[in-house]
């Protein structure tokens, strides 16, 4: 009788393993990350904060020996007062921090060599969509920053406060 309760016991936990991927639960947690286009170019962002001073920040963390850093600077006072926030200059009288960002900068290098890299600012239009389920973000921005339109999605945490 214990030779038949080890061999289920053995059979169930193999049975279990087999499982594919995305099967063992119903809620499947999307993958961790992101990227943005400019000028008809990807860049990654697998990693994305928010603080008071700096706004939402999706940037890529630097690998070496190149040490590229390509990130986006979305000026947005929080990730929670709207789902959709529009560009408007701060200094508008119509400026309201729960449903507008005040400005972008994008840091991005083409030619991949460190160094030869761009720093653009300068925003004239632009959305910005924020929908969370937990800690889990997504976002998804279009927004023209001097005269170069870009757009980009990302999905997982936020590190630092967001409100």
Same mark, same amino acid.
Request: proline content about 2%; aromatic content about 14%; glycine content about 12%.
């Given at each position: 009788?214990?030779?038949?309760?080890?061999?289920?016991?053995?059979?169930?936990?193999?049975?279990?393993?087999?499982?594919?991927?995305?099967?063992?639960?119903?809620?499947?947690?999307?993958?961790?990350?992101?990227?943005?286009?400019?000028?008809?170019?990807?860049?990654?962002?697998?990693?994305?904060?928010?603080?008071?001073?700096?706004?939402?920040?999706?940037? !890529? &963390?630097?690998?070496?020996? =190149?040490?590229?850093?390509?990130?986006?600077? %979305?000026? $947005?006072?929080?990730?929670?007062?709207?789902?959709?926030?529009?560009?408007?200059?701060?200094?508008?009288?119509?400026?309201?921090?729960?449903?507008?960002?005040?400005?972008?900068?994008?840091?991005?290098?083409?030619?991949?060599?460190?160094?030869?890299?761009?720093?653009?600012?300068?925003?004239?239009?632009?959305?910005? !969509? &924020?929908?969370?389920?937990? =800690?889990?973000?997504?976002?998804?921005?279009? %927004?023209? $920053?001097?005269?170069?339109?870009?757009?980009?999605?990302?999905?997982?945490?936020?590190?630092?406060?967001?409100?």
């Amino acid at each position: 009788m214990k030779k038949l309760a080890l061999f289920l016991l053995a059979a169930s936990i193999f049975a279990g393993a087999c499982r594919k991927d995305g099967q063992a639960g119903r809620d499947e947690v999307k993958p961790t990350g992101g990227e943005f286009t400019i000028e008809g170019k990807s860049y990654l962002s697998d990693y994305t904060y928010w603080t008071g001073t700096d706004g939402l920040v999706l940037t !890529n &963390v630097p690998q070496a020996p =190149e040490y590229i850093e390509n990130a986006v600077q %979305i000026f $947005v006072d929080s990730l929670y007062f709207s789902r959709t926030y529009t560009y408007m200059d701060r200094n508008n009288t119509g400026y309201d921090k729960r449903k507008n960002f005040s400005n972008a900068i994008v840091k991005y290098t083409p030619s991949g060599i460190y160094g030869n890299g761009y720093e653009i600012t300068g925003v004239t239009a632009g959305t910005m !969509n &924020v929908s969370n389920n937990g =800690e889990t973000f997504t976002i998804d921005f279009d %927004i023209t $920053v001097a005269g170069r339109h870009m757009q980009g999605t990302y999905v997982g945490k936020v590190a630092g406060k967001r409100f």
